[in-house]
């Protein structure tokens, strides 16, 4: 599920935190930036929870209209297809995803008064009413009113403002949470081991992410030499934090992973300081890169052709 540019912002966010508290040790951050790779499971697992909760409240839902003393037609009408239909059925009875939950200690996570609230208004919705008069729903009737649930809690602040409350990088990592939502609801019911493709790889978190972080603690002063005879009339005091680290990560990356194109590493820090930095950073990082790029080639340290092509 994490890319690496997902990661390389993870790096660049526990880098931050260290520029913040000069408390932080080289294992403090290292420490941080785990956490926040394994925030990122715990993310889609919660959000799966969410759906999987209030999909089950339907249940509640009938037999609430069930003890009404003089229920409606609509009332009698009621069936809790939601939550009995095979599709929510393969993820409440999965066990692995089950203890998934209890491994991460999300089990009881799901807040049951937003869960209710969150039913009552896809109850109101059109697409739920619609979906309820069904006589019989077909598979993709069925993804189509869980996709439909989702779409309307990413819309809802109550739903927003509970995961940011437990998840402050929530808002980082919305947009890969939900592509992976949407794939494993359009992929029910659950597979046995539907989960692996949304775990953290090795590859990308250990193997890349925490050895830049490692050459990072090594190397950070000679990569900071590096730089500054590249900033020419612009005082180094003065460079955006977010600039710096940026610029740093970005030389690593250059050194130690040459199976990496470098016009691949040039771009995915072009696009992260696009979204986390100023708005003359890209700029400003376009134009110190491409001189450290040409320094690093003419000093053979790099080798710009027979390169990787993993981003």
């Known amino acids: 599920m994490l890319s690496r540019r997902n990661v390389r912002v993870k790096v660049m966010?526990?880098?931050?935190?260290?520029?913040?508290d000069e408390q932080l040790s080289a294992d403090d951050v290292?420490?941080?930036y785990r956490a926040n790779i394994r925030h990122s499971f715990e993310l889609y697992l919660l959000n799966l929870l969410y759906v999987v909760k209030i999909a089950e409240y339907a249940e509640a839902d009938h037999a609430r209209r069930k003890a009404k003393l003089r229920p409606s037609d609509e009332d009698r009408a009621f069936r809790p297809l939601l939550?009995?239909?095979e599709l929510v059925q393969s993820l409440t009875k999965h066990a692995e995803f089950q203890r998934a939950l209890r491994a991460h200690k999300l089990e009881k996570a799901a807040d049951e008064d937003k869960?209710?609230?969150?039913?009552?208004?896809?109850?109101?919705?059109p697409e739920y009413e619609k979906y309820l008069l069904l006589e019989a729903p077909t598979r993709e009737d069925h993804i189509g009113i869980l996709i439909h649930l989702y779409?309307?809690?990413?819309?809802?602040?109550?739903f927003n403002d509970t995961i940011e409350d437990s998840y402050p990088l929530w808002t980082d990592d919305e947009s890969l949470i939900v592509g992976a939502m949407k794939k494993t609801i359009r992929a029910l019911p659950a597979q046995p081991d539907f989960m692996e493709e949304f775990r953290p790889s090795r590859e990308a978190t250990v193997e890349f992410g925490e050895e830049m972080l490692r050459q990072l603690a090594r190397n950070e002063q000679q990569y900071f030499g590096m730089i500054e005879p590249m900033l020419q009339n612009w005082d180094a005091d003065r460079v955006a934090v977010v600039d710096m680290i940026l610029l740093k990560m970005a030389i690593c990356e250059l050194l130690n992973f040459p199976t990496i194109p470098t016009k691949v590493t040039l771009n995915e820090f072009l696009e992260?300081?696009?979204q986390y930095s100023t708005e003359k950073?890209?700029?400003?990082i376009n134009g110190i890169l491409d001189r450290m790029m040409k320094m690093l080639l003419k000093e053979g340290k790099i080798v710009k052709e027979g390169r990787g092509l993993d981003g």
């Not at 779409?151 to 109550?158: G, R, S, T």
């Not at 950073?281 to 400003?284: A, G, L, R």
Request: aromatic content about 8%; overall charge positive; glycine content about 0%.
């Open 30 to 32: 290292m420490k941080l």
């Open 83 to 85: 939550s009995q239909n």
């Open 281 to 284: 950073s890209k700029e400003f």
């Open 115 to 125: 869960v209710r609230q969150l039913y009552t208004e896809l109850a109101k919705t």
């Open 151 to 158: 779409k309307m809690c990413l819309a809802n602040e109550i």
């Open 13 to 20: 966010q526990a880098l931050y935190a260290q520029s913040r």
């Open 272 to 274: 992260i300081s696009k």
